[in-house]
């Protein structure tokens, strides 16, 4: 059974940094676009920032861009976000989300979240 699950989410001050980690069982990431969304109450869940499978492509939101940083670490089958500079508004619930890529095509998994709570 695959699951995927983030962590690394808690409370930090305006201006500082937090490191969230996903990780997944039964799934290496290197066979998936993994996306971290985040979502604040009922509002629709925001593209934060992507990683393509093949070739490392990035993309970011642009109220992040300059600021986070995803990553993929293939040995440790790992995706990070880096996060700096930390404002209020990027309080929500962050989701990492892979979607596969290749033969792996069709398949989709959604981590359960992982909170971060940003204080001005």
């Known amino acids: 059974q695959v699951q995927i699950m983030e962590s690394g989410g808690g409370l930090v001050q305006s201006g500082g940094s937090l490191r969230l980690s996903c990780t997944a069982s039964g799934l290496t990431f290197r066979n998936y676009a993994v996306t971290w969304y985040r979502q604040v109450g009922g509002k629709e869940r925001e593209l934060v920032a992507a990683v393509s499978a093949v070739g490392f492509n990035t993309n970011y939101a642009d109220s992040v861009k300059g600021r986070f940083t995803i990553s993929r670490d293939d040995a440790k089958n790992m995706i990070y976000l880096q996060m700096n500079t930390l404002k209020p508004e990027d309080t929500a619930v962050y989701y990492c989300?892979?979607?596969?890529?290749?033969?792996?095509?069709?398949?989709?998994?959604w981590g359960k979240g992982t909170l971060v709570f940003v204080s001005s």
């Open positions: 989300n892979a979607i596969g890529d290749g033969g792996h095509a069709g398949l989709e998994y």
